[in-house]
């Protein structure tokens, strides 16, 4: 199966194993990442303005390339997925903002929200299946006690994102299940680090992301896996001693690509 892969800027320099992993996963898993041609930053964050056009065009032309090939677009990291699914969001419900977006494109074939976007995540979960995934397992995480960190931009707005419940995920502790592992659950799971705020209010974002870990600690954690580049950054500047690995990392040692997550 193949599918066309947006990566977005991070994946391209501070996140490449975020990147590599989920590439050399995909392909055992049967799935091809096809890297889309010519994509630009997906701006970062999405601006609620309505009249704010240029910062989704290149959301926009991701999808619409993904549409023309007749694949579904596939992301990993979470701030990329946030923007491209509230665009996506966007022009299959605004009609105002879709019309300024296709007048835009004049000379293109307009676009309104066709295409299927699955964060890596969901891939794994509704496309190759957990139980699926289990069977491809050769290195089983048997007595490792891993947190999930979801964070803000997987999924909120819930409506939106449609990834899981905001208020009640389970997705990567499915996925933790699946890898012979045992998710902790901890109340911080789906809190804010900080990371937005790190750049005005360093002190506030360091209470923020060190809560989060002392949470997953206090709950039994050995490690917490993340989808974000972001939060991964914000959270090990706390200084707490959990480590903070990608998910894909964690997948790609019980695949045997990687030989340990604590490398």
């Known amino acids: 199966m193949k599918v ?33 041609e010519n994509w630009q930053c997906c701006g970062g964050v999405f601006t609620t303005a309505g009249d704010e056009i240029a910062t989704k065009l290149s959301s926009v032309r991701v999808l619409k390339a993904a549409k023309e090939k007749g694949e579904a677009l596939v992301t990993v990291c979470s701030a990329c997925h946030n923007v491209v699914k509230q665009t996506n969001y966007a022009m299959q419900n605004d009609r105002s903002f879709a019309d300024k977006v296709n007048r835009y ?3 293109e074939e307009p676009y309104n929200g066709e295409t299927q976007i699955y964060h890596y995540l ?18 089983p995480l048997k007595g490792k006690k891993i947190g999930a ?9 819930g409506k939106v994102m449609g990834l899981d419940d905001p208020e009640n995920p389970t997705v990567m502790e499915e996925l933790i299940r699946a890898l012979g592992a045992e998710p902790v659950v901890f109340a911080n799971r789906n809190e804010c680090c900080g990371g937005y705020v790190f750049a005005e209010n360093p002190e506030l974002a360091k209470k923020k992301s060190t ?3 002392s949470n ?26 959990v480590p903070v690995v990608y998910f894909t990392e ?13 490398e």
Do not use: H, W
Not at 12 to 30: F, S
Not at 149 to 157: D, E, H, K, N, S
Not at 224 to 237: D, E, F, G, R, S
């Open 211 to 213: 809560a989060v870990l």
């Open 216 to 241: 997953a600690k206090a709950n039994g954690a050995d490690m917490v896996i993340t989808a974000c580049p972001l939060c991964k950054y914000n959270l090990q500047k706390s200084a707490s001693d």
């Open 4 to 36: 066309t892969y947006f990566p977005g800027c991070t994946l391209k320099n501070k996140a490449k194993d975020l990147d590599r992993y989920a590439r050399e996963c995909a392909e055992i898993l049967g799935i091809t990442l096809e890297e889309a």
């Open 122 to 139: 969901e891939l794994l979960r509704d496309v190759v299946g957990f139980d699926k995934l289990r069977e491809k397992v050769v290195n």
């Open 250 to 262: 964690l997948l790609a040692e019980a695949l045997g690509v990687k030989e340990s997550c604590n």
């Open 149 to 157: 960190y979801y964070g803000c931009l997987l999924l909120r707005p």
């Open 105 to 107: 494109m004049a000379d």
